[in-house]
Structure formats: C-alpha cells, structure tokens
C-alpha cells in the first residue's frame, strides 16, 4: 500500500496529483486528506486519525506533506519517504529540514509536482539511508543546570 | 524536581519527548500542548498533568497577517500560562516552542522560574520568529540551537547536539 498523507492541513494539489496517478501504479493508495476538498476517486481515503503508525508501518511508500513531525515520525519506521513541501503555506521554512534530509539521502524532496512520477519510480530502487535519532549531550547540560537551580535554591 | 514541559504541537513535540525520555524519571513532569493539536497528548511515555493552550500565530499566517491574530490571542494566551504556572508551581520551564512558548517565557522571567528554549531541529537555516524573540528579548536562561553553525550568528547560544 502506498499512503499519501497532508497531515492537519489541507493539500489538494498532492491529493490531486497521487489520485491521478494512482491508477497506473500496482499497489492500493491510502489518502489522509486533512481539511482538504478534493476527494479521491482512485483510492480509500479518511480525513484525520488519532495516529497513523500503524498504517506507516503497513506502508511500503510514504507520499506527504514536509511536516517536521511526520517527517521523523515516517522516517523513524524505516519507511521509503518522498516529501512534498506545501507551496500554499506561509511556513516555507519547511523546505530548510528537507533540503537537508534528502541532501542526506534519508528521504526523496519533490518540489515540483508534476516531477512526481520520477520521484516514486526513483524510491523504489534507490537506498535510502537509514535515520538514527542523532547522539546529543542535550539532556546532560540540562540536567546539570537544573542540579545548579536545585542547589541555588537550597542556599536562599 | 517540577518540569513543566512545552511540547506545543508535531514536531516541535517529538523533540520534547525525545528530551523527555533522555531526562528520565529523576524528574516530575508537567506538560503544555496547543489545543487544536490532539495527537500530541497521546505520544506522551512519562505520564503527566497535560494542559492545553492557545496557539497565538497561526502557522498559515505571515508576519504582518498575523498581527490583528495576535493582538487578540495574546491576552487569553498570557491569562491561560499564568493560570498553569500557578496550577503546576514548576521549578523550571523547557520547551523548543512554538510562538505559545513566549507568554511562559515573558511570566518565567517575571516571576523568576528558570526556562530554557531550545530552537527547533527543523531550522538548520534560520531560526524562528520564536526563537528570536526569546534570544534578542534575553527570555530565556538557557538559549539552545541545535544545529552548531547557528553559534556564529547567535554567540550567546549553546549547542549539545540534535534531538531529532
């Protein structure tokens, strides 16, 4: 199964674009359509779930919008993953994240629509590099602050 | 220890829970998610009180577009964060926002709760409106980005790595 998916907005133009092409491909298509209009005629589609791990994990594709989220969410399950940023919304800091990720080889950016076709057919033979959640000493510093805020206080 | 965590919403939560879930259980933790985000509560693995918030700027909205947005949102958005804060009584406030973090931000310093504000992984470019505030403001304590090369730019930032 492939799954398309907007997340909590709406993207028409990508539903639009996977449903017509959704025929000449030999697998099912699953749309999450968000408060988008467009209604797919090519496949079964929903609007919004409480979560989609467990249709990421029957997926053998993911088509979605550029959310951060769904992103790692995506990633994180190991799944092939072409984004498509939304050109609709304001937020094209998106496309920063993107750019990044597919320049690392863990995703497919498809910034133009109409490249869709190429992009899929580029996902099913391409090695995608699998995501790790990256090594941070974040939460030791942090820790280490809050010890420095615990003991200030005790001092007052 | 009180943590009151901002998770907001999507992906800016994930990075919170990642912090999370490295912090471990030395911690009790309370948490803040935007209303119109319904999944974000359910991804939580350390249980805690959640409390919803008004998101101030809505994200399909510009700078200038989202002003008359703001002006309106803010004062509920403040009234909702000095309600938590004093509901919670954190002993310190972490968050990676969005734009909901700055009325914990603006109360945190006023009434002297330490707060860090980590910058979201997802700006490798440029940091957002939210960080910027709370970087040029001096709201927060501790002010992390995480993608090293921001330090040039923002020298009284720190960076510990990626969360995500």
């Known amino acids: ?156 | 220890m009180r943590l009151l965590i901002i998770l907001g919403a999507g992906g800016h939560t994930r990075q919170m829970l990642r912090l999370v879930e490295l912090l471990g259980n030395d911690y009790e933790y309370h948490y803040v998610v935007a209303d119109y985000d319904t999944l974000s509560a359910t991804k939580i693995e350390r249980p805690g009180p959640v409390y919803r918030v008004l998101q101030p700027r809505e994200k399909r909205q510009g700078v200038t577009e989202s002003v008359g947005t703001v002006l309106r949102k803010l004062p509920i958005a403040f009234r909702q964060a000095s309600r938590i804060l004093a509901q919670a009584q954190p002993d310190a406030i972490i968050g990676a926002g969005p734009s909901l973090q700055i009325p914990f931000a603006v109360l945190a310093r006023i009434h002297r709760i330490p707060h860090i504000f980590i910058e979201s992984a997802s700006r490798p470019e440029t940091l957002t409106l939210t960080g910027r505030l709370i970087y040029h403001l001096r709201l927060a304590d501790r002010f992390y980005v995480q993608w090293e090369h921001h330090l040039s730019r923002y020298p009284r930032a720190r960076y510990a790595g990626r969360l995500l």
């Open chain 1, 1 to 156: 199964m492939i799954f398309c998916t907007v997340g909590t907005t709406d993207f028409d133009p990508l539903v639009q674009a996977v449903d017509a092409l959704a025929p000449a491909w030999d697998e099912v298509v699953l749309f999450q359509i968000g408060h988008g209009l467009y209604e797919p005629r090519n496949g079964p589609w929903f609007r919004l779930r409480p979560t989609l791990d467990d249709i990421f994990v029957e997926a053998s594709l993911v088509i979605s919008h550029a959310g951060f989220g769904t992103i790692i969410e995506v990633l994180s399950l190991g799944k092939p993953l072409i984004c498509v940023p939304n050109p609709d919304r304001y937020d094209r800091h998106q496309e920063q994240i993107l750019r990044r990720f597919a320049a690392e080889d863990y995703l497919i950016a498809c910034f133009d629509l109409t490249e869709l076709p190429q992009a899929v057919a580029l996902a099913r033979r391409k090695a995608f590099r699998p995501y790790r959640p990256p090594v941070t000493t974040l939460h030791e510093e942090i820790a280490a602050f809050l010890r420095e805020v615990a003991s200030r206080r005790r001092l007052r």
